[in-house]
């Protein structure tokens, strides 16, 4: 499957993004799709997860109730609605997809097989 992440840019402190993670050339339903993040210096961390059929959600500390993630499986394409933007939120945005992850590996990276190529998201104070 291939994934193609967009939606990033330039938002002020408080502001909100909607990033979208297109997918392609698979059965996208069998796939779970996870967001991670990578700021300059710093290594890559997870964000949030959704299952394959979105019944199941999970956030990291950093950014639960702020970010909501969902998925439409007839569109392929995995959201990731930020609001209350911060600073720190300032990283590269990733979507990666794995059809063999297991729930309790899904906030590791190196679970996932598939990752697009990564969307900016840049917060001004």
């Known amino acids: 499957v291939q994934l193609q992440a967009s939606g990033g840019g330039l938002v002020q402190a408080g502001g909100s993004l909607r990033l979208s993670c297109a997918a392609s050339g698979g059965t996208f339903s069998r796939y779970a799709v996870g967001w991670f993040r990578q700021a300059p210096g710093k290594e890559r961390e997870f964000v949030a997860r959704?299952?394959?059929?979105?019944?199941?959600?999970s956030y990291a500390d950093s950014v639960k109730g702020r970010v909501i993630i969902s998925r439409d499986n007839a569109k392929n394409t995995v959201y990731l609605q930020m609001s209350s933007l911060k600073p720190e939120d300032t990283a590269i945005y990733y979507c990666?997809?794995?059809?063999?992850?297991?729930?309790?590996?899904?906030?590791?990276?190196?679970?996932?097989?598939?990752w697009g190529q990564g969307t900016q998201v840049t917060v001004s104070s």
């Open positions: 990666a997809a794995s059809s063999t992850v297991i729930l309790s590996a899904s906030a590791r990276g190196n679970a996932y097989e598939y």
């Open positions: 959704i299952w394959r059929s979105g019944d199941r959600t």
